[in-house]
């Protein structure tokens, strides 16, 4: 059975994940401020990695089903994890970021995938978006903004969305398949 808003045991399933998800973060980030401190030996005296270089560094070390951000969408009540992997077990911890797609700040386009009606439901209010809606990634490197320039509805096998440039692209299931 499926209640209005989502499924309610995979519901309380992501919930208690969330938690180990917040904290994995969390060390994600302050691991990442310690690796790339100011250095003397092979660059100017306090020269940082550029954020593809970090970017790039994350998405070689990071395993799949682990946190590598946080996803914010003010006008639909988004704020959660982004893990890597948009596979099944992958998307049951919250939204996914496609592993063939960059990671905010490398200049391509970036894919995250996610659940309309279960497993908290994180995109179940996506086709509520509207032209010019600020999307926020905040990645342990960063913070990246990106504004809302369409909404549809496409096929399963379009991929050609996801090679279209330097951009976010989210997906899910359409409304009608929920």
């Given at each position: 059975m499926t209640v209005t808003w989502q499924e309610?045991?995979?519901a309380?399933?992501?919930?208690?994940?969330?938690?180990?998800?917040e904290e994995e973060l969390g060390g994600l980030e302050g691991e990442e401020q310690a690796a790339f401190k100011p250095?003397?030996?092979?660059?100017?005296s306090g020269q940082r990695a550029s954020v593809k270089q970090r970017a790039q560094r994350l998405k070689r070390r990071v395993a799949v089903a682990s946190p590598i951000g946080r996803l914010e969408i003010d006008r639909i009540g988004v704020d959660v994890p982004i893990v890597q992997g948009a596979d099944l077990s992958s998307l049951r911890?919250?939204?996914?970021?496609?592993?063939?797609?960059?990671l905010p700040g490398e200049g391509g386009t970036v894919g995250i995938s996610g659940h309309?009606?279960?497993f908290s439901a994180?995109?179940?209010?996506?086709?509520?978006?509207?032209?010019g809606d600020p999307i926020t990634v905040k990645m342990p490197y960063g913070r990246f903004t990106y504004e809302v320039?369409?909404?549809?509805?496409e096929t399963p096998d379009a991929v050609n969305v996801l090679d279209a440039?330097?951009?976010l692209v989210l997906t899910a299931c359409p409304p009608s398949q929920r």
């Open positions: 309610p045991i995979s309380l399933y992501t919930l208690y994940q969330r938690a180990a998800l250095v003397k030996s092979g660059r100017k911890l919250g939204p996914g970021h496609y592993r063939g797609t960059d309309r009606i279960s994180p995109f179940r209010h996506l086709d509520k978006l509207k032209r320039a369409a909404t549809g509805i440039g330097d951009q």
